[in-house]
């Protein structure tokens, strides 16, 4: 038989539980997140420096980033000029400013992650050769 002593377990259990488990679903999310965000960095930067090796207009590579995704801002670090020597190179650098999207952002302070309000800076490379 049931003594009343327990009266309440569960309701304890699940005051315990609770906070791991939205930290475990926060924590997919918020990955999930910063992963979509880290292949469309990537992508863009591929994009960029595929822009800079056809076209070899100085801003070729910005505009083709901007139409990928307006929120990137990219660095041209080489493009390919007029007439590129064989074994050139351009390369490209995209970034992007994540902001966490739950409040697990702010236990990414402890990790180094910033903390929640702060965001993060995903960067993305594309290096393509020059088309000689």
Same mark, same amino acid.
């Given at each position: 038989m049931n003594s009343g002593r327990d009266r309440?377990?569960?309701a304890v259990?699940?005051?315990?539980?609770?906070p791991l488990l939205l930290?475990?679903?926060f924590g997919i999310l918020d990955f999930g997140l910063l992963l979509k965000a880290q292949i469309g960095v990537t992508e863009a930067a591929r994009e960029g420096a595929r822009a800079a090796t056809v076209d070899t207009r100085g801003g070729a590579a910005a505009a083709r980033v901007a139409q990928v995704d307006s929120a $990137?801002? =990219?660095s041209v670090v080489s493009a390919c000029g007029a007439d590129p020597s064989p074994g050139d190179t351009a390369v490209i650098t995209v970034t992007y400013r994540y902001d966490w999207a739950t409040p697990v952002g702010a236990l990414a302070g402890?990790?180094?992650?910033?903390? $929640?309000? =702060?965001?993060?800076?995903v960067r993305g490379?594309?290096?393509?050769p020059c088309r000689a």
């Amino acid at each position: 038989m049931n003594s009343g002593r327990d009266r309440g377990a569960a309701a304890v259990e699940m005051a315990f539980l609770l906070p791991l488990l939205l930290l475990v679903l926060f924590g997919i999310l918020d990955f999930g997140l910063l992963l979509k965000a880290q292949i469309g960095v990537t992508e863009a930067a591929r994009e960029g420096a595929r822009a800079a090796t056809v076209d070899t207009r100085g801003g070729a590579a910005a505009a083709r980033v901007a139409q990928v995704d307006s929120a $990137y801002s =990219t660095s041209v670090v080489s493009a390919c000029g007029a007439d590129p020597s064989p074994g050139d190179t351009a390369v490209i650098t995209v970034t992007y400013r994540y902001d966490w999207a739950t409040p697990v952002g702010a236990l990414a302070g402890i990790f180094g992650g910033g903390g $929640y309000g =702060t965001g993060l800076t995903v960067r993305g490379t594309g290096v393509m050769p020059c088309r000689a």
